[in-house]
C-alpha cells in the first residue's frame, strides 16, 4: 500500500469523550419516543454509530445504509449519490437520526433525507462526527455535531482514502500537494515522519503497540 504525508488531527480520546456528550443530548431528545430510529451511513459511519448508540441510553432500532459518492481516489464528490433508493426499512411515521461520519458537499445527506421523507418519515434530523467548513452544493442543517474542521480530507475512525485507513483509532488528515491529490510519504521530513510513528494507534492496539500508519 502507497504511504502518505498526514498529520494528526483528533485523537481517539477527544472523539470518545465528544460521542459521551453527543450520546447525552441525544437521549434527551428522544428519550422515551417509540417513534425513535437510527439509519447510519456506510462505511464511513461504521465505528462512530457503533460507539454512538452504545453510548445511549435510549435503544432505537436502527438500519445501515450502504451509500456512495466519492470513488477510488478521489477527494471530492462525484457529484452523484449512489444507493439510496435501494436501502432497506419502513420508516411510517418514525423521527429518524441519520448519523453519517462526514457533512461535506451536502449531497449524500441530502439524498437520504429525502429518500426517508419519501418513505413516510415525519421527522430526519443528522448527526455527523465532523463537519467541513466548505461551501455546500446544497444547504443541509446537521442537529448534532462532533467537531468542525477546516476543507482536509480526512481519514481514521470509519473514513478512508480509497478503501485505506479506516480502522485507525485517530483521525488524521491527508497532505495535499499542489493540485489537491494527497502527497505520498517520501517527501515526508524526518521530523514528521517521527510524530506520525508516535502518535498513531490502530482500533484495538494498547497504547504499548503502537504501529506506524499505512
Ligand atoms: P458529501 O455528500 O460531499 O457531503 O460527502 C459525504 C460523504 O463523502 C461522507 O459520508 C464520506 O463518506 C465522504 N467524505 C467526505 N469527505 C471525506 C473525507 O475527508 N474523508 C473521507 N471521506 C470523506
Ligand atoms: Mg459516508
Redesign the pocket.
Known amino acids: 500500500m502507497q504511504k502518505y504525508r498526514q498529520t494528526p488531527l483528533i485523537p481517539s480520546a477527544a472523539i470518545q469523550a465528544r460521542i459521551r456528550d453527543l450520546a447525552h443530548e441525544i437521549d434527551a431528545e428522544y428519550s422515551g419516543d417509540d417513534s425513535f430510529a437510527v439509519v447510519g451511513?456506510m462505511?464511513?459511519?461504521l465505528f462512530f454509530m457503533a460507539d454512538l448508540l452504545q453510548a445511549m441510553k435510549t435503544q432505537p432500532p436502527f438500519e445501515c445504509w450502504r451509500?456512495?459518492?466519492?470513488h477510488g481516489t478521489a477527494?471530492?464528490?462525484s457529484g452523484t449519490?449512489q444507493g439510496v433508493s435501494s436501502c432497506h426499512g419502513t420508516f411510517e411515521g418514525k423521527r429518524v437520526l441519520v448519523v453519517?461520519?462526514?457533512?461535506?458537499?451536502?449531497?449524500?445527506?441530502?439524498a437520504v433525507k429525502n429518500e426517508l421523507l419519501k418513505r413516510g418519515a415525519k421527522q430526519v434530523k443528522i448527526c455527523v462526527l465532523?463537519r467541513?467548513k466548505i461551501r455546500?452544493?446544497v444547504q443541509?442543517k446537521a442537529h448534532w455535531i462532533g467537531f468542525d474542521i477546516g476543507k482536509?480530507?480526512?481519514?481514521g475512525y470509519g473514513?478512508?482514502?480509497d478503501g485505506h485507513f479506516r480502522q485507525y483509532r485517530d483521525i488524521f488528515a491527508l497532505h495535499p500537494g499542489d493540485d489537491g491529490v494527497p502527497t505520498l510519504e517520501s517527501s515526508t521530513t524526518n521530523s514528521q515522519n517521527k510524530k506520525l510513528k508516535t502518535s498513531d494507534t490502530r482500533r484495538g492496539n494498547t497504547g504499548n503497540k503502537r504501529k506506524k500508519l499505512c
Open positions: 451511513l462505511n464511513g459511519s451509500v456512495t459518492s466519492y477527494t471530492t464528490t449519490v453519517d461520519d462526514v457533512l461535506d458537499s451536502g449531497l449524500t445527506l441530502h465532523l467541513k455546500r452544493q443541509v482536509e480530507f480526512v481519514v473514513l478512508d482514502y
